[in-house]
């Protein structure tokens, strides 16, 4: 009895041992090395036009990548299924290149949930990393690798990925600052379907969850001041969004091109200068708190490459604006020690500038939580050195990046008497200035975003998309009669009517 006894207990302590962890699958041949140069990738099943689904030489990395073309129109995909997974978020990175607008993308389907789908953005040489996230139930998930294509159309795929986690964006948000204006003017707002409603509510009907409100001090025309940001933050919270606050402590614009100081601080001595962003800074975050409408993250500075509040605070002088940045970052932890403080440049494919930058920062101490970010594609560099910026400072730094401003045109006309800022008809290779141009765009460059590595892709912002052509709300506070050159790249058309690139703010 005493041999049979230790021999169950044997036996029960076997049973008791956990067992190793168990890797999830990973993708077989990925990098399509093995058997490259044949006519279908090894490891990978075909469906559709097989002749269009190949391997050739001409990796990313290693020797061969995956590609699609046919000399004739066709529909293919290349797929391969992964089991054994366990239940949770999965996320698919491919690097991809593509020849036309919409016309490949990377997928995964079959995994106990409908189908997650990102399109592979234009780019004839670059190489751009794209992904996917999904819930996997059920064991098993199908990457797809897929286009349909017009004649001659073509897509490269490399260094495929298959790993537990998720990676999505928290922010897709719309600055609306000049709303109220266009509301006040007489400026109206239809969905696509021609009911007339609320701005903000067709925003967030489509899926915007934040709004960013830029503050002056003391501007001419009485808007984008304090009173106006609260009246508009009740709005935005009404309608369960988010709030981002953007001080440019100034009377007027602030850009890399001009940073005024206010004229009620022309003469203020260094020390004043502090003591007055720091209280313009409490003063309206504490009033939106005792509102209701705790702000929920603020830039301190509008796009400051060359710093702010001119003289004084200019990069070449990085001590004293180092010195600012904190006196504005002290007053928002004041307020709110959760809400996050963004430091904000433009020339968001410009890796030089944001190295030099933040290095410059990290060196004077200056304190902040998140990088922000202007990307305009016709001015700021391709969509390749853009993600080679925001994946590099995102690691070097820490911090998670956000597309503070983007935006894109959907025609080149003209809806008022001021002469449109961005006229091109295809201002972006690949990308006309139309409604499906400027909604794949906004959606490849979000996509951008959603690649940063390490969960570090915060979102994106929409500059302006409500800024319509309306008499009387026109860019300079001082002049009434003056025009608006941005109507054009609005998120409503000349109808006031809601365009495709709304949808985008549906974006994972």
């Known amino acids: 009895m005493k041999k049979i006894l230790t021999a169950l207990l044997v036996c029960a302590a076997a049973v008791l041992v956990p067992l190793p962890a168990r890797a999830a699958p990973t993708v077989a041949n990925g990098g399509f090395e093995t058997g490259g140069g044949v006519a279908a990738p090894v490891s990978w099943s075909t469906a559709g036009n097989a002749s269009a689904d190949f391997t050739e030489a001409g990796g990313r990395t290693g020797s061969y990548r995956l590609s699609h073309w046919s000399t004739a129109a066709y529909t293919v995909e290349t797929n391969q299924t992964l089991t054994g997974l366990a239940s949770g978020a999965y996320t698919l990175r491919v690097w991809v290149r593509s020849g036309a607008m919409s016309q490949s993308w990377i997928a995964l389907r079959n995994c106990g949930s409908a189908e997650r789908r990102t399109h592979a953005p234009v780019s004839s040489s670059e190489w751009i990393q794209i992904v996917v996230t999904q819930n996997v139930t059920g064991g098993q998930c199908t990457i797809s690798l897929g286009s349909a294509a017009a004649a001659g159309g073509w897509a490269n795929f490399d260094d495929v990925t298959f790993a537990a986690g998720s990676a999505t964006l928290a922010v897709k948000g719309a600055d609306t600052s000049s709303l109220p204006k266009s509301e006040a003017y007489g400026g109206r707002y239809h969905d696509a379907g021609g009911a007339r409603g609320d701005a903000l509510a067709i925003l967030a009907a489509a899926g915007a969850n934040y709004v960013r ?208 800022i961005i006229t ?44 319509t052509a309306v008499t009387g709300n026109g860019w300079d506070p001082a002049d009434p009669s003056s025009g608006n050159g941005w109507e054009n790249q609005a998120l409503f058309d000349f109808a006031d009517r809601a365009l495709p690139a709304l949808a985008q703010f549906a974006h994972q």
């Open 424 to 467: 091109a008809a295809t201002p972006y290779p690949g990308y006309p200035a139309s409604p499906a141009g400027q909604s794949a765009m906004l959606r490849d460059v979000m996509s951008i975003v959603q690649a940063v590595p390490g969960g570090r892709g915060l979102g994106a912002v929409y500059w302006e998309p409500t800024w």
């Open 213 to 420: 409100l830029k503050v002056w001090v003391n501007p001419a025309d009485g808007y984008n001041n304090k009173a106006r940001v609260l009246a508009m933050a009740q709005r935005v919270k009404a309608r369960g969004m988010r709030l981002l606050v953007d001080f440019h402590y100034s009377d007027t614009w602030a850009d890399p091109g001009k940073q005024y100081k206010p004229a009620a601080w022309n003469g203020y001595t260094f020390a004043q200068l502090k003591t007055a962003v720091y209280n313009h800074t409490y003063d309206v975050l504490n009033a939106l708190k005792a509102q209701g409408t705790t702000a929920d993250m603020v830039q301190v500075g509008n796009e400051i490459n060359d710093g702010m509040l001119w003289e004084d605070g200019r990069s070449s002088n990085f001590g004293n604006l180092a010195q600012l940045l904190n006196s504005g970052y002290s007053a928002v932890k004041a307020v709110s020690s959760s809400t996050r403080v963004v430091l904000h440049l433009a020339e968001g494919g410009d890796n030089g500038l944001f190295r030099w930058w933040f290095d410059s920062a990290a060196a004077h101490g200056v304190n902040y939580d998140v990088i922000g970010v202007s990307y305009y594609p016709y001015w700021h560099g391709t969509l390749g050195a853009f993600q080679a910026n925001i994946n590099d400072i995102a690691s070097r730094y820490g911090r998670p990046v956000l597309l503070a401003e983007t935006a894109y045109p959907f025609t080149t006309g003209n809806d008022d008497g001021l002469a449109n």
